[in-house]
Nanobody, 123 residues
Framework: QVQLMQSGGGSVPAGGSLRLSCVGS?????MTWFRQGPGKKREGVAA???????TYRDSVEGRFTISRDNAKNALYLQMNNLQPEDTAMYYC????????????????????WGQGTQVTVSS
């Protein structure tokens, strides 16, 4: 079992930056950022496994950077050049073992979820 505690988020104008953090209570194999806007399905944003292999959603490639600090059981998302379409509730999620599949942007294999934090980008 692992608990995930998120921080960060906020409201910024288009072109601004935010940094999200997610701290787990123990080690994880895979950690991924998801987001869900009003009336939309949850979608994966960026994922990273415990050895640093990462995956990005095409729409955030080059603007967002995922990183993790395994010593702190922490996951981060640096979001630059934010756009209104990035507005959503952002969640971190974790898998404890690779037995459930690859570390990626599909929410189905994830067992543990943070509480979410709102990101709002104005035009």
């Amino acid at each position: 079992q692992v608990q995930l505690m998120q921080s960060g988020g906020g409201s910024v104008p288009a072109g601004g930056s935010l940094r999200l953090s997610c701290v787990g209570s123990g080690p994880t194999y895979c950690m991924t950022w998801f987001r869900q806007g009003p009336g939309k399905k949850r979608e994966g944003v960026a994922a990273m496994d415990s050895v640093g292999l990462n995956t990005y959603r095409d729409s955030v490639e080059g603007r967002f950077t995922i990183s993790r600090d395994n010593a702190k059981n922490a996951l981060y998302l640096q979001m630059n050049n934010l756009q209104p379409e990035d507005t959503a509730m952002y969640y971190c999620a974790a898998q404890l073992s690779r037995r459930r599949g690859t570390c990626g942007l599909d929410p189905a294999p994830f067992d543990y979820w943070g509480q979410g934090t709102q990101v709002t980008v104005s035009s």
